[in-house]
């Protein structure tokens, strides 16, 4: 499997820098769900985004991906600031997310499900056609196996199975920014390594990947980068190893270390 | 639709459907043709197509979970439209109808912008409201419309070829081959894909890039196109529209039952609920129990809805093998 060698700060000044995330804030009523969030996410990096439940990952997801707008802060793609648009937008211009439960369209084929993305995505698809981007959806599906099963409904589908599907249809959408959310939990470590491994297949094709996932231990094997997140707010930033081992972090995960 | 595996396991079938088509069409180009007398057989035929035309168009959009409850509304524009342009422009019904079922397409995408980001029975209440508050207008606006009493007079299609009720059965034919194509070309191409994906989850759908507003504003518009030619279409076979009928809620309430009781998930679906529902109303209901008839035509649709969820159609293409129990159509 691709390891992943952080880039050195050297580098990272010269990566091409994809999105920006600027104090971005979000309240649900009467609570923070995310605090003045800054962040920065470059091409080619898989960027691991971990702290406990309720910290606002899965916030900071959505109000990347347009599903969510921020109460205060700004989203900057390539750029040019994208805080208003909708998703589908965000995702032809090339930021696209997976659900955290993953949500394949039951009543659609696999190819189905995959060509949406080929056909609707980023432009740039080698075909407009429906038949052809169902053919071209079968390659996608071979990436994580899914290959066998892509005239079947997803509905057939095991849940860890919809979850590779899931992946697969973020990645037809041709995205350079892709938005993982804990593609690993309920999957095998076999299965586990597969994904993994496609990930980082995909970020030496130049794809910027952000993971929400709570097995620090693979993360420790893809990711360039950590982000901590505690409360809505960034505690901790930096390498993956140091991020893990940093006591702000043990303390967000475990409490206060008893005296 | 899934080919190949089942279906080559039961070619008859397939086969069998394809000839039913085939002989159906062909019967439905020669009906008028045909000697003898005929007229009732032309007309019933024809309101055949009228209704299969409305349930088609009232498809489209449910596809993508749309659930109009409000078709009398783009029937009603279609009517008034056509009605309008021949009494008062003395525009020709040839252009009159094409231009009045512009204006109920057009109506179609005033919908979608006012109730297209309404959900479930908040989408079908905001048209059924639609529909009513084109009543009232239709009702009202008297030096337009002349209120209550109708519009009288309305030209029918001139056609000295074969008859007036020729002219109306192959014009109906015809907007229904239209409906019909139409569907069959959308279900095949993106834009296809992209409603069956609304209908299932907005949200995932805006995620792999389907802009959902467009999507339901082209199926609105297409929709109300082809309602609107069956609203205007009624208008010039009975020379006649006022707000009662154009607007009434039994326009709203049947597309979606035929289209229910023939098999919504088909392309040729509501079109067949049309077929037997009609024709069993006029043929066999009504002279089995003149007084009550109603009764037993809600009845049988209760019943098929109970016993066949997939309609009609649905029914016989699972029990022909051309596709598995519970999968998708």
Known sequence: MAGGPGGSAAQREHAVILCEAIRLSRRFGGILALEEVTLQIEAATIVALIGPNGSGKTTLFNLLAGALRPSAGLVRWRGREITAWPPHRRCRAGINRTFQVAQPFLDLTLAENVALGLLYGKPGAPSGRRREAEASAREVLAELGLEGKSGEAARSLSLGDRKRLELCMAVATRPDLLLVDEILAGQSPASAREILGYLARLRAKGTAICLIEHRLQALLAVADRAVALHAGRVIAEGRPEAVIGSPAVLESYLGEPAA | ?329
């Open chain 2, 1 to 329: 639709m899934p080919e190949g595996g089942s279906a080559a396991a039961f070619p008859p079938a397939r086969a069998a459907f394809r000839w039913a088509g085939i002989g159906g069409a062909a019967l439905a180009l020669g009906l008028p043709l045909l000697p003898g007398q005929q007229e009732y057989l032309l007309y019933l035929m024809t309101m055949t197509f009228l209704f299969g035309l409305l349930a088609e168009s009232w498809s489209l959009p449910a596809q993508a979970g749309l659930i109009s409850f409000g078709h009398a509304a783009f029937f009603g524009v279609g009517a008034y439209g056509s009605a309008l342009l021949s009494l008062k422009l003395q525009l020709s019904p040839w252009i009159g109808l094409p231009t009045a079922a512009l204006l109920a397409s057009a109506f179609g995408l005033l919908a979608a912008g006012v109730a297209g980001n309404l959900t479930g029975p908040y989408f079908s209440l905001a048209t059924l409201a639609m529909a009513e508050i084109l009543r009232v207008i239709a009702l009202n606006w008297t030096t337009l419309t002349e209120g209550a009493w109708g519009l009288v007079g309305v030209p029918g299609l001139p056609w000295s070829g074969l008859g007036a009720r020729a002219a109306d059965y192959y014009a109906a034919l015809l907007m229904l081959a239209a409906a019909c194509g139409a569907s069959a070309w959308i279900r095949r191409a993106p834009l296809g894909l992209a409603i069956q994906a609304i209908r299932q989850g907005e949200a995932r759908a805006a995620a792999s890039g389907v802009d959902a507003r467009r999507v339901k504003r082209i199926a609105l518009a297409v929709s109300g196109l082809f309602a609107g030619g069956a609203g205007a279409l009624h208008a010039h076979i009975f020379h006649w529209v006022d707000p009662a009928s154009a607007f009434s809620l039994n326009l709203s309430v049947l597309p979606l039952v035929m289209a229910l009781f023939g098999g919504n998930g088909y392309l040729l679906g509501p079109a067949v609920g049309a077929l037997v529902l009609y024709l069993g109303n006029e043929l066999i209901f009504q002279r089995l129990a003149p007084g009550g008839h109603l009764w037993l035509y809600g009845g049988a649709v209760i019943l098929v809805i109970l016993a066949l969820p997939e309609g009609i159609l649905g029914w016989l293409v699972v029990r022909a093998g051309l596709r598995p129990r519970g999968s998708t159509p």
